[in-house]
């Protein structure tokens, strides 16, 4: 099974198996009575995207109505969720989201709904680490090559990020605190578009979400030189964390929820 093939199966674990036993009690259980709108506070293209859509086929699959994708990025999330904070509360508009939910309100001056009596939490549906990728015109395989790049360009090479106080965005500066380095962050209005700046070079460096960087390893468009969690990928074996790589007790992950 190739990288992209293996993180996608792995993503499929996120999904909910309970629906269809939930739907067969139809008389007591009515949810829903018509079309579910779930909201994804990021553009289409980035992880919180890929794994939503995911979910919302299966949830359509497993109740019987339609759950409905929209798309609302923007300042982090920030947008979507305040949508999400608005809606009515009877159970019609979902939120999936990720990491920058309960981060954003530390990170930003304000934000437009507050995490805990906005939203009633569902589940957590998938916990993951970032791949640390680099653009192949960046001539470096791996971590410790990368800081020995960056150490003689200080402040001179960019790394992509979802948003300012994005999961990708943290990890990268926690990568230039512990290695002692200036890499400098270049934001995107989510994953998506940070891909396709990272893809044209505009940025080389991302610390991609594992289930969008896949594809573009195998097809040679990025090349992996470490993954962010403690422990290798089974999709990647070969390829060492960022702690073995030369930056010892580095760690960070993704996480998802619907709420």
Known sequence: MNPARAIAATVLLFTVCSAPAQRSSGAEYSYP???????????AGGGVDAAGRILAQKLAEGFGKPFVIENRGGANGNIGTGAAAKS?????????????FVTN???YKSVPYDPVKDFEPISLMALGPNVLVVHPSLHVKSVKELIALAKSQPGRIGFAGSG??????????????????QLVHVPYRGSGPAMIGLLAGEAPVMFLPAINAGGHVAAGRLRAIAVTSRERLQAMPDLPTVSEGGLPGYESSQWYGLL
């Open 88 to 100: 009515a509360s009877d159970g019609t508009t979902l939120l999936f989201t990720g990491a920058g």
């Open 33 to 43: 009575k018509g079309p579910v709108r779930v909201i994804l506070p990021f553009p």
């Open 105 to 107: 309100p530390s990170l």
């Open 164 to 181: 300012s106080g994005s999961t990708p965005h943290l990890a990268g500066e926690l990568f230039n605190v512990m290695a002692e380095v």
